[in-house]
């Protein structure tokens, strides 16, 4: 008789070490393809994630919060398959409300921050230029791709900039408006926003303090003031774009 090899889903143990980034190579791609692979454990990873950043990895808060719905560590492994299955069932529930909450809260409360930042990504960034390349193929990508964005057509924007990436490579304009694209699309992917503003605000691109800028504007909505400080103090002392806004910030944040 044939082995059932079909991996179970990870415990809540498994998933804290992946945010934690211990696990050796192969466990930690195993669990991306499930997360990519199960709706309800992603439901239930980004929960534990948002949380997880809330209490910066403390492991004692996150035990006590697991113990607030009746989950307690015991022996048995039957038992603790159980639990586990009986928190998935929880959390990807709580771990969609604290998703749908947090949105719903940065949207609709009076806060001046958020209602500062609202204003700023509500009005998109000029569009990209038609950029000369000694490729007439990436000119004629950059055309279509600044024809999209100026129509608010971000989703089709992106695959043409992902079109743009694989022929320029890590090119900081591409990086710099996919990352935009991925702020002002309909359903907006900071993740990808951060780590590609990231990545042109690590250059000496013209773009960079343009990145820093639209950096601390997605901290900011997210509720993480701390890491939209250090850019909005650099661009205060800049002076030359944002400088303004970023002094206006930095009191509201105080």
């Known amino acids: 008789m044939m082995k059932n090899t079909t991996p179970k889903e990870p415990t809540l143990e498994l998933l804290l070490d992946y945010l934690d980034g211990i696990l050796d190579y192969e466990t930690q791609e195993r669990i991306q393809k499930q997360l990519a692979n ?3 454990l992603k439901a239930v990873f980004e929960g534990l994630r948002q949380y997880y950043e809330e209490v910066e990895g403390d492991r004692e808060k996150i035990e006590a919060y697991k113990a607030t719905l009746g989950i307690y560590s015991e022996e048995g492994t039957n038992k603790e398959e159980t639990r586990t299955a009986y928190f998935f ?5 709580i771990g969609l409300l604290i998703l749908a909450g ?8 009076n806060d001046p921050v958020n209602d500062f930042v609202n204003g700023q990504l509500s009005r998109p960034y000029n569009a990209p230029e038609v950029f000369r390349s000694d490729q007439s193929q990436v000119e004629l990508l950059w055309t279509e791709a600044s024809t999209l964005y100026k129509s608010g057509n971000y989703e089709s924007a992106i695959e043409i900039i992902r079109s743009i990436d694989k022929i320029d490579g890590d090119d900081p ?3 710099f408006y996919f990352a935009l694209c991925q702020l002002y699309r309909d359903d907006p ?3 990808e926003a951060l780590k590609n503003l990231q990545m042109v605000a690590g250059t000496g ?5 343009r990145a820093k800028w639209f950096l601390a504007l ?3 909505f997210s509720g993480n003031a701390d890491g939209a400080r250090s850019f909005l103090e650099e661009l205060k002392e800049l002076d030359n774009y944002k400088g303004q806004e970023a002094g206006e910030l930095l009191e509201m944040i105080k």
Not at 205 to 209: A, K
Request: charged letters at 15%; zero cysteines.
């Open 102 to 109: 947090a949105i719903f809260y940065s949207l609709q409360n």
């Open 89 to 93: 069932k929880i959390a990807a529930s």
């Open 218 to 220: 997605t901290y900011l």
């Open 205 to 209: 691109h013209i773009l960079s303090v």
């Open 38 to 40: 199960s709706e309800e």
């Open 189 to 191: 992917n900071y993740d």
């Open 173 to 175: 304009t591409s990086q």
